[in-house]
């Protein structure tokens, strides 16, 4: 009896050979491995799939303001100004942000300065959003009729005014100048979100006012 008994506790107090643990290590480490880098695959592109739907948002409340009623300022009395949202990619920060604004003077563009509040001249800015997580605006393109995009903008003012619901595209050109005049075969704008690792959402704002993520 007492010779099983010996040989039970030889088994049982046992441990890991050297091989043994560096195995079982290699094979832990490989599943971290895994495991982090499939959550960071999927944080980076959760962030931007909110991106995205974080711009089409905004794009449908410049909408809402835009062909409904909304003072431009608390206490203004003013309730006559369209609205609209101002992407840029004439300046490098430019495209870790974009500008809401009030379209006081009915030009369909934005003419206060992007640097508002801080610096800058801020007629009709509203206000303004910051790209978080390393995101960025990567690209604003033009959609022609026929389904041809033209991706040599460097900026896009989408705005509404009451009571259509249809959207009104400013393009500018490479040089930061409005294009004069507009061009006559555009059916929508697309603007273009690069996340860090590479990976591309686009929201495109229709003339009829669609708002589409893709």
């Not at 003077?105 to 003419?111: G, I, K, L, S, W």
């Not at 400013?170 to 273009?192: D, E």
Request: charged content about 20%.
């Amino acid at each position: 009896m007492s010779y099983y008994f010996k040989k039970f506790r030889e088994i049982k107090t046992r441990g890991f050979t050297l091989a043994e643990m560096m195995v079982s290590i290699s094979i832990i480490v490989v599943i971290l491995t895994v495991v982090l880098s499939n959550q960071s695959t999927y944080t980076d592109g959760a962030a931007l799939s909110r991106l995205a739907d974080e711009i089409g948002l905004s794009i449908s409340e410049a909408q809402a303001y835009g062909t409904a009623v909304r003072q431009v300022s608390p206490g203004s009395n003013d309730f006559s100004a369209s609205y609209g949202i101002a992407f840029s990619l004439i300046q490098p920060e430019y495209a870790t942000e974009y500008v809401f604004f009030a379209d006081t003077n009915d030009n369909q563009v934005y003419d206060g300065g992007w640097d508002c509040p801080d610096t800058g001249t801020c007629d009709e800015y509203q206000n303004k959003t910051n790209i978080s997580s390393g995101n960025s605006i990567t690209d604003i393109c033009e959609i022609r009729d026929n389904d041809t995009e033209m991706c040599s903008v460097s900026r896009v003012d989408v705005s509404f005014v009451r009571p259509d619901t249809d959207a009104n595209l400013m393009f500018f050109n490479n040089g930061g100048n409005l294009y004069s005049p507009q061009p006559s075969n555009i059916k929508g704008a697309k603007i273009v979100v690069t996340s860090p690792k590479g990976s591309e959402k686009s929201i495109v704002i229709y003339n009829t006012g669609q708002v589409s993520i893709q």
